[in-house]
């Protein structure tokens, strides 16, 4: 590929970047109401009935300023590093979402990869069976879970497997009082992932399951494969190494793409789990009106979704040698 | 000995209702080759599927054995272990697998079948490409980086790759420029030649077709029409369908302006009842629709028609005539015609040039019965041709028409276009030419012949008289004439002598477009040999009666033996521009842009 071109692509996504945090930017505030409202309301201990206050408030948190001068101060910050500080809880946004993000990685990046994995491989196995019994099963299984709503699914797994059966914990990502070794936090860890992850993976995989099935009966009447066949090849091999891999390459694009419909799972999941990652801030960001905090959140979803769709363009790239060149 | 390949009744019937193949049957040699040719959708590719075990029951029925095992319903197992070391079959197109390199795929079948380590693998399809004159640095390309002739040739280093005793090439050189095809043509054959495999190619490029195999089969409709030496078949094709084939090729051995073949292949989800030629056929009776023929012994070769191929329209037998000088005591012979032959097929049309006093008049009416011969006899469709007029005689002899050179003289001044041309109706019926009138029969008749040689078929042209129009106007009258009775055999003798070269290119595209509808004759008199190469299939040459010189008119026009011909040629008219064309030296070669990418 020419210098050029790497360069066009890298400007398109800087452009995609400050596209989005414009938006990050001003859509929580095109919301009703504001921080000082939440903060100051009137059902909270908190509440104070002096526009006095309300005023030195919103000068405080530099709120009384025009909407231009708010994003132009938004993004200096940003250029400098700087997220400002939560408008709920006074501390640094940054350290609210360091805090967070390893559990959302942690939480998408495994559902993604069991959602994946499953919906790969029974879309391998049915697209090359199309229309059997395997095939019909599958597609009915795969279509009702993915129309199954994420938060029912939740209580459901809630119910069943924590409270009724008692296999995984309740809520939470970890036991912060017991004292464990190394392996046994991870055991911990692993614990608590279980339910929120499967419960977001099973609405993920129909997506791809349903890509790799299109995609490879699509090949199926493809003259390769017939060449293949002629050529007496093992049917394993026609189905992996030539159907398989030819039909994967738009799932790779979809997988970065479902990255934002995962992350939007995850807020649903989080906050059904209880589990203590961005999603949950953001649930509880969005109900203060904590612009700060609302905006960084965005930020990293933005940053993490453009940034695994620029890893996609490489590897898809790797992936069809007809891209290249 | 078992045969290499034995397909017997092959049938292939597509979702219950697409008839792509309908009983075919042949079998293959050692070594033999045959080509499969046909126009798209006759089933071919379907045929090479089917080689390779690709379409099995139900829509495969019938029988393919290789080496004497049965493809059909064969396990999985058998068929894998037969495709690609016995049956090597290269798919139309050349189509190879996306997203791994051309030399991988070319290695593929030596290590997943023979079980070649990486190394070896790799050094035998250097070898393989080195071959099939395929440069192997382009091995570590992807199949998209390949041009279309580099991927045939890649795709025929992997065919050979497990050395498969029978080769089968789906349309090995559809879409190549003429070069590379012609390259990759010459050393199929070679390798054919050197590794000794017998192949099987199907195509819709006859001569291709006819350079890489010995033996040619004609595919249409999903059955064969005809098969035999390829020698037989192209240069002398016997089925109607198979002679049409041929004659829609622009190929250098031929002079003859292209025919196309009338109407339309068939839908293979509704093909014809009998023989599935014949709506497209110029000779079909209704047997052709009753019954379904069967592959026959004709001329040599084996044919699929009731009347074994295309019909002996005319033929003459060692005509003799001789003139004897008039008057009492008066005996200087002149002997006009000695012992001519000839033989004239359906659609065929034969060329009769030679000087003045050659006798191609006096042969000319000797056929068509205005003359009768000393010796030898004519058969007209296989009956003695009359030389009387009454009765049945009158029948047969509408059969067979002249025309002549000079309409002004052939045609009589008192009578119009429209009765002119329906005379020969009138006459053949025994009425007095003004019976009766509106719209009859002979009146669409007449308007049809018209408008057949491309004249007004109504209104003032009707009543037009000969004075009134062009030669060329009055030629195609005369033609019209000889075509309303629906003759199978023309005898044109000298028709464009007269003409100007626009009105002759007219007069000769209306010929050519009657041949294509009716399947007619055409005996085609001139001593011109450069309008007689444009029409004719063969000419026969005449000097003093006699024939000196026979034979396909690009041959006779282009490398003559007898010295009268020689001298109609170069008396032939040619732009002879010598000094007005000064440059047409070949560039030097570095002076091309190149052209490979």
Same mark, same amino acid.
């Given at each position: 590929m020419r210098?050029?071109?790497?360069?066009?692509?890298?400007?398109?996504?800087?452009?995609?970047v400050?596209?989005? %945090?414009?938006?990050?930017f001003?859509?929580?505030?095109?919301?009703p109401?504001?921080?000082?409202?939440a903060?100051?309301s009137?059902?909270?201990?908190?509440?104070?009935?002096?526009?006095?206050?309300?005023?030195d408030?919103?000068?405080?948190?530099?709120?009384d300023?025009?909407?231009?001068?708010?994003?132009?101060?938004?993004?200096?910050?940003l %250029?400098?590093?700087?997220?400002?500080v939560?408008i709920?809880?006074?501390?640094?946004?940054s350290?609210?979402?360091?805090?967070?993000l390893?559990?959302?990685?942690?939480?998408?990046?495994?559902?993604?990869a069991?959602?994946?994995?499953?919906?790969?491989?029974?879309?391998?196995?049915?697209?090359?069976?199309?229309?059997r019994?395997?095939?019909?099963?599958l597609?009915?299984l795969?279509?009702g879970?993915?129309?199954?709503?994420?938060?029912?699914?939740?209580?459901?797994?809630?119910f069943?497997?924590?409270?009724?059966?008692?296999?995984?914990?309740?809520?939470g990502?970890?036991?912060?009082?017991?004292?464990?070794?190394?392996?046994?936090?991870?055991?911990?860890?692993?614990?608590?992932?279980?339910l929120?992850?499967t419960?977001?993976?099973?609405?993920?995989?129909?997506?791809?399951?349903?890509?790799?099935?299109?995609?490879?009966?699509?090949e199926?009447g493809?003259?390769?494969?017939?060449?293949?066949r002629a050529?007496?090849?093992?049917?394993?091999?026609?189905?992996?190494r030539?159907a398989a891999?030819n039909?994967?390459?738009? %799932?790779?694009?979809?997988?970065a793409?479902q990255l934002?419909f995962?992350v939007?799972g995850?807020?649903?999941?989080?906050?059904?789990?209880?589990?203590?990652?961005?999603?949950r801030?953001?649930?509880?960001?969005?109900?203060?009106?904590?612009?700060?905090?609302?905006?960084?959140?965005?930020?990293?979803?933005?940053?993490?979704v453009?940034? %695994?769709?620029?890893l996609?363009?490489?590897l898809?790239?790797?992936?069809?040698?007809r891209?290249?060149? | 000995m078992?045969?290499?390949l034995?397909v017997?009744?092959l049938?292939?019937?597509?979702?219950?209702?697409?008839?792509?193949?309908?009983?075919?049957?042949?079998?293959?040699?050692?070594?033999?080759?045959?080509?499969?040719?046909?126009?798209?959708?006759?089933?071919?590719?379907?045929?090479?599927l089917?080689?390779?075990g690709?379409?099995?029951p139900?829509?495969?029925?019938?029988?393919?054995?290789?080496?004497?095992?049965?493809?059909?319903?064969?396990?999985?197992?058998?068929?894998?272990?037969?495709?690609?070391?016995?049956?090597?079959?290269?798919?139309?197109?050349?189509p190879?697998?996306?997203?791994?390199?051309?030399g991988a795929?070319?290695?593929?079948?030596?290590?997943?079948?023979?079980?070649f380590?990486?190394?070896?693998?790799?050094?035998?399809?250097?070898?393989?490409?080195?071959?099939?004159?395929l440069?192997?640095?382009l091995?570590?390309r992807y199949?998209?980086?390949?041009?279309?002739?580099?991927r045939?040739?890649?795709?025929?280093a992997?065919?050979?790759?497990l050395?498969?005793?029978?080769?089968?090439?789906?349309?090995?050189?559809?879409?190549?420029d003429?070069?590379?095809?012609?390259?990759?043509?010459?050393?199929?054959?070679?390798l054919?030649?050197?590794?000794?495999f017998?192949?099987?190619?199907i195509?819709?490029d006859?001569?291709?077709?006819?350079?890489?195999?010995?033996?040619?089969?004609?595919l249409?409709?999903?059955?064969?029409m005809?098969t035999?030496?390829?020698?037989?078949?192209v240069?002398?094709a016997?089925?109607?369908?198979?002679?049409?084939?041929?004659?829609?090729?622009?190929?250098?051995?031929?002079?003859?302006?292209l025919?196309?073949i009338?109407g339309?292949?068939?839908?293979?989800?509704a093909v014809?009842?009998?023989?599935p030629?014949h709506?497209?056929?110029?000779?079909?009776e209704?047997?052709?629709?009753?019954?379904?023929p069967?592959?026959?012994?004709s001329r040599?070769?084996l044919?699929?028609c009731?009347f074994?191929?295309?019909k002996?329209l005319?033929?003459?037998?060692?005509v003799?005539?001789?003139y004897?000088?008039?008057?009492?005591?008066?005996?200087?012979?002149?002997?006009?015609?000695?012992? =001519?032959?000839?033989?004239?097929?359906?659609?065929?049309?034969?060329g009769?040039?030679?000087?003045?006093?050659?006798?191609?008049?006096?042969?000319a009416?000797?056929?068509?019965?205005?003359?009768?011969?000393?010796a030898?006899r004519i058969?007209?469709e296989?009956?003695p041709?009359?030389?009387?007029?009454?009765?049945?005689?009158r029948?047969?002899?509408?059969r067979?028409?002249?025309?002549?050179?000079?309409p002004w003289?052939?045609?009589?001044?008192?009578l119009t276009?429209?009765?002119?041309?329906?005379?020969p109706?009138?006459v053949?019926?025994?009425?007095?030419?003004?019976?009766d009138?509106?719209r009859?029969?002979?009146?669409?008749?007449?308007?049809e012949?018209?408008?057949?040689?491309?004249?007004?078929?109504s209104?003032?042209f009707?009543?037009?008289?000969?004075?009134?129009?062009?030669?060329?106007q009055?030629?195609?009258?005369?033609?019209?004439?000889?075509?309303?009775?629906?003759?199978? =055999?023309?005898v044109?003798?000298?028709?464009?002598?007269?003409?100007?070269?626009?009105?002759?290119?007219?007069?000769?595209?209306?010929?050519?477009?009657?041949?294509?509808?009716?399947?007619?004759?055409?005996?085609f008199?001139?001593?011109?040999?450069a309008v007689?190469?444009?029409?004719?299939?063969?000419?026969?040459?005449?000097?003093a009666?006699r024939?000196?010189?026979?034979?396909?008119s690009?041959l006779v026009?282009?490398?003559?033996?007898?010295?009268?011909?020689?001298?109609?040629?170069?008396?032939?008219p040619?732009?002879a521009?010598?000094?007005?064309?000064?440059?047409?030296?070949?560039?030097?070669?570095?002076?091309?842009?190149?052209?490979?990418?």
């Open positions: 210098r050029g071109s790497w360069l066009v692509k890298a400007m398109s996504y800087l452009a995609t400050f596209l989005l %945090v414009t938006l990050n001003f859509l929580p505030r095109a919301m109401g504001d921080p000082i409202d903060l100051l009137r059902s909270s201990t908190e509440y104070i009935d002096n526009e006095d206050t309300r005023a408030l919103a000068e405080y948190y530099g709120l300023r025009s909407l231009p001068v708010q994003y132009g101060r938004y993004l200096a910050g %250029v400098r590093g700087d997220l400002g939560s709920r809880t006074n501390a640094p946004v350290d609210a979402l360091l805090a967070r390893p559990w959302t990685l942690l939480l998408v990046g495994s559902a993604t069991v959602a994946t994995a499953v919906g790969l491989i029974a879309g391998v196995h049915a697209g090359w069976r199309r229309a019994p395997v095939d019909r099963g597609l009915a795969f279509l879970l993915r129309e199954f709503p994420t938060f029912l699914l939740g209580s459901l797994a809630l069943v497997f924590a409270v009724k059966l008692n296999w995984f914990p309740l809520a990502a970890r036991d912060r009082f017991a004292e464990l070794s190394l392996i046994g936090q991870v055991n911990d860890v692993a614990n608590h992932l279980v929120p992850a419960v977001l993976a099973v609405g993920l995989a129909a997506g791809h399951y349903l890509v790799m099935r299109a995609g490879m009966v699509s199926l493809a003259d390769y494969l017939l060449l293949g050529k007496g090849l093992p049917e394993r091999r026609l189905k992996y030539y891999r039909a994967l390459l738009p %799932v790779v694009s979809l997988t793409i934002g995962a939007t995850a807020i649903l999941v989080e906050r059904v789990f209880a589990y203590p990652g961005i999603g801030l953001l649930f509880d960001s969005i109900g203060a009106r904590d612009y700060p905090v609302i905006q960084g959140c965005f930020l990293v979803t933005t940053i993490i453009v940034s %695994v769709n620029a996609a363009d490489l898809y790239r790797r992936l069809d040698p891209t290249t060149g | 078992t045969p290499l034995e017997a009744d049938q292939v019937c597509f979702g219950g209702e697409v008839e792509a193949l309908r009983g075919v049957s042949f079998t293959l040699e050692q070594g033999e080759s045959l080509a499969v040719v046909g126009e798209s959708g006759a089933g071919k590719s379907t045929l090479a089917c080689l390779a690709l379409v099995q139900p829509e495969a029925q019938g029988s393919v054995r290789v080496e004497g095992k049965e493809l059909l319903g064969a396990a999985p197992d058998l068929l894998r272990a037969l495709r690609w070391s016995t049956v090597a079959l290269a798919l139309q197109g050349a190879f697998n996306p997203v791994t390199t051309v795929q070319v290695a593929e079948p030596l290590r997943e079948r023979r079980g380590g990486g190394g070896p693998a790799r050094r035998r399809a250097t070898a393989l490409a080195e071959e099939v004159l440069d192997p640095t091995l570590d199949p998209h980086e390949l041009s279309g002739g580099e045939r040739r890649a795709a025929l992997m065919v050979l790759a050395d498969p005793p029978l080769v089968v090439l789906d349309e090995p050189t559809a879409g190549l003429p070069t590379t095809r012609n390259e990759l043509v010459g050393r199929v054959r070679e054919a030649d050197q590794r000794g017998a192949l099987v190619v195509s819709h006859l001569p291709d077709a006819a350079r890489l195999a010995s033996r040619s089969m004609v249409y409709a999903g059955e064969a005809e035999g030496a390829t020698s037989r078949v240069s002398e016997a089925h109607p369908y198979s002679w049409a084939l041929v004659n829609a090729y622009p190929v250098m051995t031929t002079t003859r302006d025919r196309p009338r339309r292949p068939p839908d293979p989800r014809p009842s009998g023989c030629y709506p497209r056929c110029t000779q079909a209704p047997v052709c629709w009753e019954e379904h069967a592959l026959r012994s040599g070769r044919v699929a009731h074994g191929g295309l002996l005319l033929a003459a037998e060692a003799t005539k001789t004897r000088g008039r008057g009492p005591g008066r005996q200087d012979v002149v002997s006009a015609l000695h012992g =001519v032959s000839l033989e004239l097929r359906e659609g065929e049309s034969v009769i040039v030679g000087p003045s006093g050659s006798g191609k008049t006096t042969l009416r000797i056929l068509t019965g205005h003359l009768s011969p000393d030898g058969t007209l296989g009956t041709l009359p030389t009387s007029w009454r009765g049945q005689a029948a047969v002899r509408r067979i028409q002249l025309v002549m050179q000079d003289d052939a045609l009589s001044p008192r276009v429209e009765e002119l041309v329906r005379e109706l009138d053949s019926k025994g009425g007095d030419g003004r019976a009138h509106r009859s029969p002979a009146e669409a008749a007449v308007a012949a018209l408008d057949g040689v491309g004249l007004p078929a209104g003032p009707l009543s037009a008289r000969t004075h009134e129009l062009s030669g060329g009055l030629q195609r009258v005369a033609l019209a004439r000889a075509l309303v009775a629906e003759p199978k =055999v023309l044109a003798d000298e028709p464009t002598a007269m003409l100007d070269a626009s009105e002759q290119a007219r007069l000769m595209v209306v010929l050519r477009e009657r041949q294509v509808e009716m399947g007619l004759g055409l005996v008199v001139s001593h011109d040999v007689v190469r444009k029409v004719t299939d063969r000419i026969v040459v005449l000097d009666g024939v000196v010189e026979e034979g396909p690009h026009s282009s490398t003559p033996v007898s010295v009268t011909t020689q001298r109609l040629i170069e008396a032939a040619a732009f521009l010598e000094e007005a064309v000064p440059a047409r030296a070949a560039v030097p070669e570095e002076d091309l842009p190149d052209g490979d990418l």
